[in-house]
């Protein structure tokens, strides 16, 4: 069964220096989506994304923060410098046209020192 | 605005016993809802939605419009069942439209 994948599955990076998540969504699907969990709290919604261009985001997602599909296949997303309170689960999702099941990633870890 | 709540975060239950999660919603208009699970270690995974109707590993859920529920349900729990478990939303205004996620129920199912 196909499934979105995500790379690393756990990052540590020091406070101000820039990472890169990266998610391989399902061949067929053409709705992205980022998703973080800080500890202990809710799954929130970073940015939606379609059609090469972000569709909505949420406030979490100001200016520090980019998504981008560099080729057919990835989906980024960067933060430029990293803040302590960046430290949460990050979630890559992705959807088919037509359907309403979100398929997730198994997640990556980012821990901000 | 969309909110979901999920008024329990821990929940213990006796093996064989029956499991009622419970998930509030608001929303204007006509919403999707959704209850995700999470096994330790592994994805994200969707249970069941609404508009489905089905019944999956023997959960059911059922849309109350007038209390704006969407409680998830079992008459017989099993040790297999222990999970995170989350209540998500979606508006339908758009094709593509994000969940909205509680804050999550960890279920316990005692032995």
């Known amino acids: 069964e196909p499934e979105v994948t995500q790379t690393p599955s756990h990052q540590v990076t020091q406070m101000g220096q820039e990472v890169i998540l990266r998610c391989v969504p399902i061949?067929?699907?053409?709705?992205f989506y980022w998703y973080r969990q800080i500890l202990g709290q809710k799954v929130e919604f970073l940015v939606s994304?379609?059609?090469?261009?972000?569709?909505?985001k949420s406030e979490i997602f100001d200016d520090q923060f980019s998504v981008e599909r560099p080729d057919g296949s990835n989906f980024t997303l960067k933060i430029r410098s990293t803040k302590l309170e960046d430290s949460a689960m990050y979630f890559c999702?992705?959807?088919?046209?037509?359907?309403?099941?979100?398929?997730f990633g198994q997640g990556t870890r980012l821990t901000v020192v | 605005a969309q909110r979901v709540t999920q008024p329990e975060k821990l929940l213990s239950v006796f093996k064989g016993a029956p499991v009622e999660l419970k998930c509030n919603y608001s929303?204007?208009?006509?919403?999707?809802l959704f209850w995700y699970v999470q096994y330790s270690r592994q994805r994200l995974q969707l249970l069941l939605r609404?508009?489905s109707r089905e019944s999956i590993k023997g959960f059911t859920a059922d849309l109350n419009k007038g209390e704006t529920s969407f409680h998830l349900k079992k008459p017989f729990a099993q040790e297999e069942d222990s999970a995170m478990y989350y209540c998500?939303?979606?508006?339908?205004?758009?094709?593509?439209?994000?969940?909205?996620f509680g804050t999550g129920t960890r279920l316990t199912i005692i032995p």
């Open positions: 929303y204007s208009g006509s919403p999707e």
């Open positions: 999702a992705s959807l088919r046209v037509s359907s309403t099941e979100a398929f």
């Open positions: 994304f379609y059609n090469n261009e972000i569709s909505e």
């Open positions: 998500a939303l979606r508006g339908s205004n758009f094709g593509n439209e994000k969940l909205t």
């Open positions: 061949s067929n699907h053409l709705y």
């Open positions: 609404h508009i």
